[in-house]
């Protein structure tokens, strides 16, 4: 029996039984409140339709007075329905206020030491000190510019998140969903339109939109309630039966908001939406809940030993092994944190030191004032009478002192506030920010903002075929059927050599045969898929299912009215748009069919039997369900056949090989007439599907798009492996991949074949990679046969299972097969997902041996890293591959809901160009993270060098805290905003990916830190200890203190410095690029096309400006600043980083690995001889190891380096001569083009 809603209690409070709208019914204690309507589905409550006398009867109680109209279209109607029941949008998660991440920007521990020293100081200055004319100024200097850092902090995340927010409501805006309103089977809506007595169709992939009843369902049709309930079996809904009973035990008819439909089709009777959804109550108790957690703060952890906290905090660096960008970045933060912070302890502990020494241990002056009146006038000295007279004068602790420990303590505080990375996480932050939404407008609209990065790593692509590769705009192109073959002709002329214009033309004397063929089609497709015209365009507009809409394309081609047709077969009393049932495609059966009547009453139809069923589907499968064959039509439509045998099989066989071959993929038409409805009726009975008469065989053509070819040389330019997984054929995969380069001239053998190895069947793939277990009897299983190069289902070992039920990998022959697979045909998603997991955990790329050989044998270089995978998808059972791999992209026109929850990633057109855009916005985010980070640890490295220093020599910093928070606004916010922004360029696809065990600061990176930082060092050392000898005339005079000439000039040459650092720094080229690219060696190239960047320098360089003019005091600058002399010092001297850049960059050219060195992992000798060979990246390469060989020929021969280098080559020529027939002498004049005695 059904609970009723008084016997339990319901998941919200308050049962509404009333509002403007008066009473709502209740019948035996069930209501049909919003909460009542809640309460029937999260209960499951039966018993409420029985209540009711069926479900018509209750949906009419609810507002839908006819299910198989559904509601009015009027807007007043569906109005009235939201204000009655509530609508169905949820509200998004309250956005955080400026004054929230104000406050959170104000929680940092270092921000709040330093307000804390601005506290102190202005306490001391105005309190004590009693200094009200300038004792405020350092403590209101710290507090404006720590306010100044909060804010600017604060406005950056805010904009971050509104930007997220907002693409979050792009991700919504792009959803839909299928309804029956006043009388139209399909109508488009959004999700949030929905109200409670709506009509919603339910497909395969379709994720629900709100809690309902079946109302009209496929016999298998089935739910995936795993993401409400945890369990992973697939759930069985029936539709609700009428009045006369409350259904069995197994009956479960109710849908519920955020579950996936699996199998099958039906309609569903909306009942609850909104809040009152079970989705919406368990969104609104997880934000209950969230609310709860900020104000119930959670337990502490168990507090750690001292030692293994100190060892914790002692410990640098992490894990490389596949380690994500992110999780790198998390290392280096800490660790330029814990330097920091070491460092800052350090200089605070060496100024104390040496003051205490200086003031106290030694006395300071006071110990040289003998008289007692000289004494006490110093504030600072106490005068100890001696008992026979006289005195000593010593040091003791004065107010003043506190002043003199918070100077230190607040250079130490801002040193850690230069050296912790704040704005690391800005830059990342920005950086996918920016990307999410500039890849929009290519097509990427992304889900999740990691996802930007990892492509940038991507080493392998999974495409599937239709839609990605190809226009997804199917053509049938020819047609075997009532023994005549037709094919489609390139058109001449103007004349319309299409397909059905050819079959029009032979049908005009013979309408039968027309309409037999257009109602096989027209009467077993999916009622959503449609094909309009655009009048003013003349091209064809597909909705639904491509395959669907290529045949109902040829159908209007042949002049048939396929909604007159359609009403001609509608039932009366079934809830079907035709027919009386219908049993939905399945990757499993690869075949859809649908019954109808075939004379209702209301028209007479010459067809024997009752009841037909049409059928299409995979031609293998179908012909080995048919019998017989059409063979021809007569005028008065009646169908001659004859049986099938195997010479008439094989030449519809031969036709589909022809096809496959083209690159089509083919697809049969059948049927099969029933005089009555067969016993168990037609769901309950699995022979349905045999005995079939073959109508027609037609082969159907997906067009290439012309980006693709071009698409993939970008990806194999890019070091990117490409790799198709289609449903269709062998042949007919293998002909895509050959037009779309996926197989290239070294992956084709003899007769134009892929080599083996390089394309195969699911069905091949999976019986090879997985793992038997011979311990069970055998079952019937699918089986790859070579003598038909396809799959069949015969007795085989069982797969061995793990404790999940999954199949067990054979990571070995999995390692042996993936590296040469190009292809993998007939396709299933469970063969995808064993490729992405087979290959995420490989090590092939550790097997030297065996990358060589692949090398060697065909030109496969395996990226010498994990492999960072990619998968498209579009159907529901793509959504565990999608989950498994790095980065997964769902298609946002073909894709089904389920897929597009799953993906990381959703391509808005479909097309595999935008996937390659993804990859070069995705190595733009690596790019621009490395730039900031390139930039900021050069100014932390001379930052916190010129504070030890400074300590040590004056004991006191350099810069001052109010300077040092603006070299840290400069380093952090402003640069990320600079750097993070740069857009992608072409070139970034002319170098390999990053790996995951890629160190995240290169060679170069490290080249230009190291390099730069000893330029700057010396430069501010030059001004801070000699400042005469400056080319300044007057000259500066040494005087180590804030707020002199000297160290006002010593701060402005500091960030000058770091402003033309930052045009260093957006450049990263690699040691290759700088051989082979002279644009790599020019810093501001491109820099017109990053506004943003520009705008900043200006800002950076104006407030300078402003800030030496007029900060005075308040910034321990001198009054009215500096001269135009040292003005123009400062710039030079800036500028002169740039030049410093070139002498780097040679630098890296002369003694760095080359790129191809670094990532074949050859040893000198074994390049040397590849480069000889001219298979080394660059005749750079060749010329570098040229000189390097012949100065070691100059060494040993004792002449010099000209003679040394012909003499290297001429000993390459006799290595030469000795491999091949060549004499010594041929080969010696083509290797240098002198005379050799």
Known sequence: MATKTNDTAPLLGGDQSSNNYGSFPSKNGYTLSPSGLATIVSQSQLGAISAYDGISKLASQIGCTDLKSGLSLSSSATSTQREKYGSNALPLPPAPSLWMLLWAALEDPTMLMLLASAVVSLILGLGIERNFETGWIEGASIGVTVLLVVSVAALTDYAKASEFRDQQIKLEDGKHVTVVRGGKSSVSIHPRDLVVGDVVRLAVGDIAAADGVVIQGSDDMKMDESALTGETALIPKTAAEGGDREGGPGDDPFIVSGTNVIQGTGLMLVLAVGPNSIQGKILARIREQEEDDSDHSAETEEAKSAFSALRAFFTFGGSDSGATLMD????????????????????????????????????????????????????????????SGGGTCGRHFVAEDVSTILDYFIVAITILVVAVPEGLPLAVTLALAVSMKRMTEDANQVKHMDSCETMGSATTICSDKTGTLTENKMTVMSARYAGYQYDHVVGQGG????????????????????????????????PTSTVSLNPETGSTFYVGNPTDCALIKLTQQLDCDADSLRVAFKEGTSM??????????????????????????????????????????????????????????????????????????????DMVATCQSKGLRALALAYRDFDDVPKGGWGGNGDLETNMTLITVVGIEDPLRPSVPGAIAECHKAGIDVRMCTGDALTTAVAIAKGCRILRVSDLGEGGQPK??????????????????????????????????????????????????NKVLDQKVFDDLWPTLRVLARCQPEDKLALVRGMRKSRVFLDEARCAALFNDHGIRIFPDYQVVAVTGDGTNDAPALKSANVGFAMGIAGTETAKQAADIILLDDSFSSIVQAVMWGRNIFDSISKFIQFQLTVNVVAITLAVIGAFAFNDSPLSAVQMLWVNMIMDSLASLALATEPPTEELLDRMPYGRRRPII???????????????????NWVLFAPSSLPLDPPVAFEPTQGSLHWSLFFNVFV??????????????????????????????????????????????????????????????IPGGLTKAQWLFSVAVGAGGLIWQVLIN???????????????????????????EETAASKWDQVRI????????????????????????????????????????????????????
């Open 328 to 387: 790198k970045l998390d290392v280096l933060a800490v660790d330029i944190g814990k330097m920091g912070l070491i460092v800052a302890v350090g200089v605070f502990l060496i100024m104390l030191t040496q003051w205490l020494l200086k003031d106290f241990i030694v006395g300071g002056p006071c110990p040289e004032l003998v008289d007692e009146d000289d004494c006490l006038s110093t504030l600072v000295c106490i005068w100890s009478a001696a008992p």
């Open 495 to 526: 004349q319309d050599n299409s397909l059905g214009a050819k079959m029009l033309s032979a049908f005009k004397t013979n309408a039968a045969k027309s309409r037999l063929l257009c109602e096989s089609i027209l009467l077993n497709v999916s």
């Open 576 to 653: 079907l748009d035709w027919g009386v049932h219908s049993i939905p495609f399945s990757s499993q059966r690869k075949r859809m069919s649908w019954m109808i009547r075939r004379a209702d009453g209301s028209v007479s139809l010459p067809y024997p039997g009752r009841y037909r069923m049409y059928s299409k589907g995979a031609p293998t499968q179908m012909l080995a369900a048919c019998t017989s064959f059409v063979t021809d039509i007569t005028a008065a439509g009646a169908t001659s056949t004859k049986p099938l045998e195997a010479r008439d099989r094989q030449v519809f066989m």
């Open 756 to 805: 083996t190895g390089f394309a195969m069947t699911g069905a091949e793939f999976d019986d090879r990679v997985h793992l038997k277990d011979p311990s069970k009897p055998k079952t019937v299983r699918r089986v790859f046969d070579p003598e038909i190069n396809d799959a069949v289902d015969r007795l085989a070992e069982p797969f061995l299972l793990d404790e999940a039920g």
């Open 1002 to 1020: 290169s060679v170069t990176m490290g080249a230009n830190i190291i390099g730069h930082a000893i330029y700057q060092a010396l430069i501010l």
């Open 1056 to 1117: 000058m410095l770091q402003l033309f650092n930052e045009f260093n720094s957006r450049r990263l080229p690699t040691a290759q690029k700088l051989r082979t690219t002279w644009s790599e060696w020019n810093v501001f190239g491109g820099v017109s096309r990053n506004p943003y960047f520009v705008a900043i320098m200006i800002f950076t360089f104006c407030m300078q400006v402003f800030i030496m003019i007029y900060g005075g005091v308040a910034v321990n600058i």
């Open 1146 to 1172: 040679v630098i890296v050219v002369v003694f760095s690995p080359s790129d191809y060195e670094e990532e074949v992992g050859l040893t000198p000798t074994e390049l040397e001889e590849a480069a000889y």
């Open 1186 to 1237: 040229g000189v390097r060989r012949g100065a070691l020929y100059s060494e040993v021969f004792n002449t010099d380096i000209k003679t040394g280098i012909k003499i290297s080559k001429l000993a390459r020529c006799a290595a030469t001569s000795e491999k091949s027939s060549r004499s010594f002498r041929d080969v010696c004049s083509r290797c240098i083009n002198v005379k050799t005695h």
